[in-house]
């Protein structure tokens, strides 16, 4: 497999992760030392990967509900042949999120070693269920 093949695979792991709230995923794809960062509230915020996880692990699954899978890879920059920043848009429910990735390739493959997210908006849960 190429490199761009295996980025884009532990991409789509990523967004299965979340669709699925399978936390065995996420640990795959995530570094164990990785963080999680936001800034939407003026503060930042951190989150350890161990935390995040078990806020996954607690959530209702948009793919339970049968709510379709709605992710796209944005941009992908790499920095060389072994660390990237993926640019990523994923829906989660009625929330809309850009992520921006930075993939580390080591010994079992890329992982995610920091994740910068910001909420881009929340959807009219009505709308949503008439393009159903």
Not at 15 to 28: G, M, Q, R, S, V
């Amino acid at each position: 497999m190429d490199t761009l093949n295996e980025l884009t695979s532990a991409v789509q792991t990523y967004f299965d992760a979340l669709y699925e709230c399978d936390i065995d995923k996420l640990a795959l794809v995530f570094h164990p030392e990785s963080s999680l960062f936001d800034a939407d509230t003026g503060e930042v915020f951190v989150e350890p990967i161990a935390s995040y996880k078990n806020d996954v692990s607690t959530r209702v699954s948009a793919k339970s509900v049968g709510l379709p899978l709605e992710a796209a890879i944005l941009l992908i920059d790499y920095l060389s042949p072994i660390s990237a920043v993926v640019k990523v848009r994923i829906r989660i429910h009625d929330n809309v999120f850009l992520d921006h990735l930075s993939f580390v390739k080591g010994t079992i493959g890329w992982q995610i070693v920091s994740k910068i997210w910001h909420l881009e908006k929340v959807m009219d849960h009505q709308v949503y269920e008439a393009q159903l």
